[in-house]
C-alpha cells in the first residue's frame, strides 16, 4: 500500500508542477506586453502543415522576423481544423499575432471583428492583382493580403496528345472531341473534381464564369451549358463517373497513373508531377467559344493581423506581413512554391523565369475572387453548386432541373 | 464476486450503527448526517464530471439551437435569440426529409447486417477449434483501426474503375458496379461498410453474453431432445435477450449518429444520396458555419435516439415483468 501511495503522492505532485506551467508561461507573455517596449516574439498560426511548404513558409516567416528582430512562435493545423482552431481562439481572447486564412474564408472571419484593417498600420496595396485585393477585402478595408496565389487549368499529357495528334483544345467543342479520341481501354480522356466539396465547386467555376454564369443566381443559361458540357462528358464516356467522389489529389493520381489524358488541377500539383516523370503540359481552361475570355477563380491564403489587444504586437506583427508580400520575397516563395506572385509587377517577373507557369501568370491576373460577389454567403452558394453539379453528373435531373431545384432549395 | 465483497462490508455497517445507536442514543442523528454527508461527498466527483462533461454540453446545445449562433459569436459572445427560427429553417429544408429516410435506412440496414452477422460469428467462436483465438482477435482489427483509415482505404477498394472490388468481379464476368459513384447504390454501399465496422462490437458483446449461459442448462436440454437450432430457439435465445437488448440500443444510438465514415467515403454525395441527419447537422455548423441550425439538427438527432432507448426500455421491462 505504501510504495503505491508514493508513487501517487509523487504523480499529483508531478501533476500539479504541470498545471502550474500555463500560469507561468501566461506570465511571461503578459509581462512581455505590458511592459509596453520591445516585443521579442510574435506568435503566427497557419495550415502548411507538411512537406516543401511548410519549409518554405517556415524559413520566410522566421527570415521576416529576423528582419523585424522577434523571434517567430509558429503553431501548425491540418487544413480543416484551421477554422475550427481560429474560432476556439477568438473565443478564448488567445488569437495569434499573425494570421494565416484560406481566402474564401477571410470574410466570414473578418465580419466577426476578430481581425483588424491592415490601412492602420501604413501597409500598401498598391500593384496587386484585382482578385487578390477582392479576396482579402471586407466592407472596403484590406484585412489579408496573399504573397502568393494560384488557380486551375488544364493539364496534359504531352506524349498521350502527340501520339493521337492533337493540341490542347481550346473551345469546349475540342475539348469534348480530343476528351473522345483519347478515351481508350483504361484511359480516359478527361478528369475534373465533382465531388460534394467546395473543391467540386471551385473546380466548376471557371467553365461557369467563362461562359457568363454567376454564382448569385445558378439557374441561368450561361451556367446550364456549362453544367451540359460537364454531363456530356460523363455521359459519353470521356470522364469516369467516379468523378462524383474524387479529390483533386484523387484526379492529379489518375493522370500520373495514365488514366485520364487531362485534366484540371492547379500549381501545386507540379512537384508531385515533376516527381512522377509524366511528360506535362499546362494549357488554359477550354472556353465555350474561340472568342471568350476565360475567368478563374483565385485560390491561395491570405496573412492577417488579428486583434489580439496588444498593439505593440499588432504593429510588429503588420510588418511580418508586409515583409512576406514584398515582392522580393513574393517572388522567392512563388518559384518555391510553385505558385504566381500576388502582386502584378513580381508575376510578370516569375512568368519570364518560369515559362511553365505562365498560363496560371495571366489566368491570376484577371482571376476572380469567390467571395467577391457574395462575401460571407458565399458558403451557400458554393453547396448549391456543388449539389446541382453531383445531380446532374449522376443522372438524377438534367442540367437544368438541377440548377433550378439546387438554386432554389435553401 | 461483487455480492459476495459487498455481503460482509454492508453486515458490518448495519452492526455499527446498531452497536452505536445501543450504545448512544443521543448522538445518533449527528453521526448520521455526518456519515450522509460523507456519502455525499463520494458522489460529488461522479456528479461534477457528469455534470460538467455531459450536462453542459447537452444545455449549451439547446440553448445555441434557439440563436443566431454564428462565427461572429465566437469573438464577440453575442448571440441574438431566434426562437425556434432554426428548428423551422432545418425542418422544412429540402434536404430534411432525405436525411431522415436515410438516417433511417442506415441505422437499420446497419443493426440488421452487424447483428446477425455478428451473432454468427459469435455462436461460431463459442466452439472451441484450433486458432479459435487467434481467429476471434483477427476479428477486431476493424475495430482497432482509426475511422479515418478504413474510409479511405474501402473508398480505394471501392473505386469504380480501378478499385480492388470491381477488378475482382471482373473476373466473374460482373460489370463495373458503381459502388460510390450512384446515387442509388452509395447508400447500400456506406451501410456496407458499416456493418463491417460494426461487427466485432456486436461479435464481442454477444459472445460474451453467450460465456455466461451454464453448459448444464445445454446439457438437460440436450436429455430433453433440445439440440442445434432447438437448442439455440429455447435455451441461447432466451437467455441471451438482456445482453441482445443492450447491443441493439447501443448499436442504434451509436449508429444515428455516424459521421466519419460517411463523410470519409462520399461527403454526403453523391447528390446527397448518403446524407444524414449527423453528416447534414457537421455540414451546417463546420462547413456553412451556421451553428444555431446545425445545433437545432442535432437536438432533434438526439431526441431521436432518446426516443428509440426509451421505447425500448419499456418493451424490455414489460418483457420482464412478464
Given at each position: 500500500?505504501?510504495?503505491?501511495?508514493?508513487?501517487?503522492?509523487?504523480?499529483?505532485?508531478?501533476?500539479?508542477?504541470?498545471?502550474?506551467?500555463?500560469?507561468?508561461?501566461?506570465?511571461?507573455?503578459?509581462?512581455?506586453?505590458?511592459?509596453?517596449?520591445?516585443?521579442?516574439?510574435?506568435?503566427?498560426?497557419?495550415?502548411?502543415?507538411?512537406?516543401?511548404?511548410?519549409?518554405?513558409?517556415?524559413?520566410?516567416?522566421?527570415?521576416?522576423?529576423?528582419?523585424?528582430?522577434?523571434?517567430?512562435?509558429?503553431?501548425?493545423?491540418?487544413?480543416?481544423?484551421?477554422?475550427?482552431?481560429?474560432?476556439?481562439?477568438?473565443?478564448?481572447?488567445?488569437?495569434?499575432?499573425?494570421?494565416?486564412?484560406?481566402?474564401?474564408?477571410?470574410?466570414?472571419?473578418?465580419?466577426?471583428?476578430?481581425?483588424?484593417?491592415?490601412?492602420?498600420?501604413?501597409?500598401?496595396?498598391?500593384?496587386?492583382?484585382?482578385?487578390?485585393?477582392?479576396?482579402?477585402?471586407?466592407?472596403?478595408?484590406?484585412?489579408?493580403?496573399?504573397?502568393?496565389?494560384?488557380?486551375?487549368?488544364?493539364?496534359?499529357?504531352?506524349?498521350?496528345?502527340?501520339?493521337?495528334?492533337?493540341?490542347?483544345?481550346?473551345?469546349?467543342?475540342?475539348?469534348?472531341?480530343?476528351?473522345?479520341?483519347?478515351?481508350?481501354?483504361?484511359?480516359?480522356?478527361?478528369?475534373?473534381?465533382?465531388?460534394?466539396?467546395?473543391?467540386?465547386?471551385?473546380?466548376?467555376?471557371?467553365?461557369?464564369?467563362?461562359?457568363?454564369?454567376?454564382?448569385?443566381?445558378?439557374?441561368?443559361?450561361?451556367?446550364?451549358?456549362?453544367?451540359?458540357?460537364?454531363?456530356?462528358?460523363?455521359?459519353?464516356?470521356?470522364?469516369?463517373?467516379?468523378?462524383?467522389?474524387?479529390?483533386?489529389?484523387?484526379?492529379?493520381?489518375?493522370?500520373?497513373?495514365?488514366?485520364?489524358?487531362?485534366?484540371?488541377?492547379?500549381?501545386?500539383?507540379?512537384?508531385?508531377?515533376?516527381?512522377?516523370?509524366?511528360?506535362?503540359?499546362?494549357?488554359?481552361?477550354?472556353?465555350?467559344?474561340?472568342?471568350?475570355?476565360?475567368?478563374?477563380?483565385?485560390?491561395?491564403?491570405?496573412?492577417?493581423?488579428?486583434?489580439?489587444?496588444?498593439?505593440?504586437?499588432?504593429?510588429?506583427?503588420?510588418?511580418?506581413?508586409?515583409?512576406?508580400?514584398?515582392?522580393?520575397?513574393?517572388?522567392?516563395?512563388?518559384?518555391?512554391?510553385?505558385?504566381?506572385?500576388?502582386?502584378?509587377?513580381?508575376?510578370?517577373?516569375?512568368?519570364?523565369?518560369?515559362?511553365?507557369?505562365?498560363?496560371?501568370?495571366?489566368?491570376?491576373?484577371?482571376?476572380?475572387?469567390?467571395?467577391?460577389?457574395?462575401?460571407?454567403?458565399?458558403?451557400?452558394?458554393?453547396?448549391?453548386?456543388?449539389?446541382?453539379?453531383?445531380?446532374?453528373?449522376?443522372?438524377?435531373?438534367?442540367?437544368?432541373?438541377?440548377?433550378?431545384?439546387?438554386?432554389?432549395?435553401? | 464476486m461483487t455480492s459476495t465483497a459487498q455481503a460482509p462490508a454492508a453486515r458490518r455497517v448495519v452492526r455499527d450503527e446498531a452497536s452505536?445507536?445501543?450504545?448512544?442514543?443521543?448522538?445518533?442523528?449527528?453521526?448520521?448526517?455526518?456519515q450522509?454527508?460523507f456519502q455525499?461527498?463520494f458522489?460529488?466527483?461522479?456528479?461534477?464530471?457528469?455534470?460538467?462533461?455531459?450536462?453542459?454540453?447537452?444545455?449549451?446545445?439547446?440553448?445555441?439551437?434557439?440563436?443566431?449562433?454564428?462565427?461572429?459569436?465566437?469573438?464577440?459572445?453575442?448571440?441574438?435569440?431566434?426562437?425556434?427560427?432554426?428548428?423551422?429553417?432545418?425542418?422544412?429544408?429540402?434536404?430534411?426529409?432525405?436525411?431522415?429516410?436515410?438516417?433511417?435506412?442506415?441505422?437499420?440496414?446497419?443493426?440488421?447486417?452487424?447483428?446477425?452477422?455478428?451473432?454468427?460469428?459469435?455462436?461460431?467462436?463459442?466452439?472451441?477449434?484450433?486458432?479459435?483465438?487467434?481467429?476471434?482477435?483477427?476479428?477486431?482489427?476493424?475495430?482497432?483501426?482509426?475511422?479515418?483509415?478504413?474510409?479511405?482505404?474501402?473508398?480505394?477498394?471501392?473505386?469504380?474503375?480501378?478499385?480492388?472490388?470491381?477488378?475482382?468481379?471482373?473476373?466473374?464476368?460482373?460489370?463495373?458496379?458503381?459502388?460510390?459513384?450512384?446515387?442509388?447504390?452509395?447508400?447500400?454501399?456506406?451501410?456496407?461498410?458499416?456493418?463491417?465496422?460494426?461487427?466485432?462490437?456486436?461479435?464481442?458483446?454477444?459472445?460474451?453474453?453467450?460465456?455466461?449461459?451454464?453448459?448444464?442448462?445445454?446439457?438437460?436440454?440436450?436429455?430433453?431432445?433440445?439440440?442445434?437450432?432447438?437448442?439455440?430457439?429455447?435455451?441461447?435465445?432466451?437467455?441471451?435477450?438482456?445482453?441482445?437488448?443492450?447491443?441493439?440500443?447501443?448499436?442504434?444510438?451509436?449508429?444515428?449518429?455516424?459521421?466519419?465514415?460517411?463523410?470519409?467515403?462520399?461527403?454526403?454525395?453523391?447528390?446527397?444520396?448518403?446524407?444524414?441527419?449527423?453528416?447534414?447537422?457537421?455540414?451546417?455548423?463546420?462547413?456553412?458555419?451556421?451553428?444555431?441550425?446545425?445545433?437545432?439538427?442535432?437536438?432533434?438527432?438526439?431526441?431521436?435516439?432518446?426516443?428509440?432507448?426509451?421505447?425500448?426500455?419499456?418493451?424490455?421491462?414489460?418483457?420482464?415483468?412478464?
Amino acid at each position: 500500500m505504501k510504495p503505491r501511495s508514493r508513487k501517487f503522492g509523487t504523480a499529483l505532485a508531478a501533476l500539479a508542477m504541470i498545471a502550474t506551467v500555463p500560469l507561468v508561461l501566461a506570465g511571461c507573455s503578459g509581462g512581455a506586453s505590458s511592459s509596453g517596449g520591445k516585443v521579442d516574439s510574435i506568435t503566427v498560426l497557419d495550415y502548411y502543415n507538411q512537406g516543401n511548404d511548410k519549409a518554405v513558409i517556415g524559413k520566410y516567416l522566421d527570415i521576416c522576423g529576423a528582419e523585424n528582430d522577434v523571434k517567430i512562435d509558429r503553431k501548425l493545423v491540418p487544413g480543416a481544423s484551421l477554422i475550427q482552431k481560429v474560432l476556439q481562439q477568438a473565443s478564448s481572447k488567445t488569437l495569434p499575432d499573425v494570421l494565416m486564412i484560406d481566402n474564401p474564408d477571410l470574410q466570414q472571419i473578418a465580419a466577426t471583428g476578430a481581425l483588424s484593417p491592415l490601412d492602420q498600420y501604413g501597409i500598401s496595396t498598391d500593384g496587386y492583382a484585382k482578385g487578390v485585393l477582392q479576396a482579402g477585402t471586407y466592407k472596403d478595408k484590406v484585412y489579408g493580403l496573399a504573397p502568393t496565389v494560384n488557380t486551375i487549368a488544364l493539364f496534359y499529357n504531352k506524349a498521350v496528345l502527340a501520339k493521337a495528334g492533337i493540341t490542347p483544345p481550346k473551345t469546349w467543342d475540342e475539348l469534348q472531341a480530343s476528351a473522345k479520341q483519347l478515351t481508350t481501354g483504361s484511359q480516359y480522356g478527361f478528369a475534373v473534381d465533382a465531388n460534394a466539396t467546395y473543391e467540386g465547386t471551385w473546380q466548376f467555376l471557371p467553365f461557369m464564369w467563362s461562359n457568363g454564369g454567376n454564382e448569385k443566381d445558378i439557374d441561368t443559361a450561361g451556367t446550364e451549358e456549362a453544367l451540359q458540357l460537364w454531363t456530356d462528358l460523363v455521359k459519353d464516356g470521356s470522364m469516369s463517373k467516379s468523378v462524383v467522389n474524387w479529390t483533386q489529389a484523387d484526379v492529379n493520381d489518375q493522370f500520373i497513373a495514365g488514366k485520364a489524358a487531362m485534366m484540371i488541377n492547379g500549381p501545386w500539383q507540379i512537384p508531385g508531377l515533376k516527381e512522377s516523370g509524366v511528360d506535362y503540359g499546362i494549357a488554359q481552361i477550354p472556353v465555350k467559344s474561340a472568342s471568350d475570355t476565360p475567368v478563374a477563380p483565385l485560390g491561395g491564403e491570405v496573412w492577417t493581423v488579428p486583434n489580439t489587444g496588444d498593439k505593440a504586437k499588432q504593429k510588429v506583427a503588420a510588418k511580418i506581413v508586409d515583409c512576406l508580400n514584398s515582392e522580393k520575397n513574393q517572388l522567392a516563395m512563388a518559384k518555391l512554391r510553385f505558385t504566381i506572385p500576388s502582386k502584378t509587377a513580381a508575376a510578370e517577373k516569375f512568368g519570364e523565369e518560369v515559362p511553365e507557369e505562365k498560363v496560371f501568370v495571366d489566368l491570376v491576373a484577371s482571376a476572380r475572387a469567390r467571395t467577391g460577389q457574395l462575401g460571407e454567403t458565399w458558403p451557400k452558394a458554393a453547396t448549391k453548386i456543388y449539389t446541382a453539379v453531383q445531380s446532374a453528373l449522376t443522372g438524377q435531373a438534367t442540367p437544368a432541373e438541377a440548377l433550378k431545384n439546387a438554386q432554389a432549395g435553401s | 464476486m461483487t455480492s459476495t465483497a459487498q455481503a460482509p462490508a454492508a453486515r458490518r455497517v448495519v452492526r455499527d450503527e446498531a452497536s452505536v445507536s445501543s450504545r448512544m442514543p443521543g448522538r445518533q442523528p449527528n453521526r448520521l448526517r455526518v456519515q450522509r454527508l460523507f456519502q455525499l461527498l463520494f458522489l460529488l466527483p461522479a456528479a461534477l464530471y457528469l455534470v460538467l462533461f455531459f450536462g453542459y454540453p447537452v444545455v449549451k446545445n439547446v440553448i445555441m439551437s434557439f440563436q443566431a449562433y454564428t462565427t461572429t459569436t465566437f469573438y464577440t459572445g453575442e448571440a441574438p435569440w431566434v426562437g425556434l427560427a432554426n428548428y423551422a429553417k432545418v425542418l422544412s429544408s429540402q434536404l430534411f426529409g432525405t436525411a431522415l429516410l436515410n438516417t433511417a435506412l442506415f441505422t437499420i440496414g446497419s443493426i440488421a447486417g452487424q447483428f446477425v452477422i455478428g451473432l454468427l460469428f459469435a455462436l461460431f467462436f463459442r466452439r472451441h477449434f484450433p486458432l479459435s483465438g487467434v481467429l476471434r482477435s483477427l476479428l477486431l482489427l476493424p475495430w482497432l483501426l482509426p475511422l479515418i483509415v478504413s474510409s479511405a482505404v474501402w473508398k480505394w477498394i471501392l473505386d469504380q474503375d480501378s478499385g480492388v472490388l470491381n477488378q475482382f468481379l471482373h473476373a466473374f464476368g460482373i460489370g463495373s458496379v458503381p459502388w460510390l459513384t450512384s446515387p442509388s447504390v452509395a447508400l447500400i454501399t456506406v451501410i456496407l461498410v458499416n456493418i463491417w465496422i460494426g461487427i466485432p462490437f456486436n461479435t464481442t458483446i454477444l459472445y460474451g453474453g453467450l460465456q455466461d449461459i451454464p453448459a448444464e442448462m445445454y446439457e438437460a436440454g440436450s436429455l430433453d431432445g433440445a439440440t442445434g437450432w432447438k437448442a439455440f430457439r429455447y435455451i441461447t435465445w432466451p437467455m441471451l435477450r438482456p445482453v441482445v437488448s443492450v447491443t441493439l440500443v447501443l448499436g442504434v444510438v451509436y449508429t444515428v449518429k455516424v459521421l466519419d465514415i460517411i463523410l470519409g467515403l462520399t461527403n454526403g454525395g453523391p447528390a446527397n444520396a448518403t446524407q444524414t441527419i449527423a453528416t447534414q447537422s457537421y455540414d451546417l455548423s463546420f462547413k456553412q458555419f451556421d451553428f444555431g441550425s446545425g445545433a437545432a439538427l442535432s437536438n432533434i438527432l438526439i431526441v431521436i435516439s432518446a426516443l428509440f432507448a426509451i421505447v425500448y426500455l419499456r418493451l424490455n421491462r414489460k418483457a420482464i415483468d412478464d
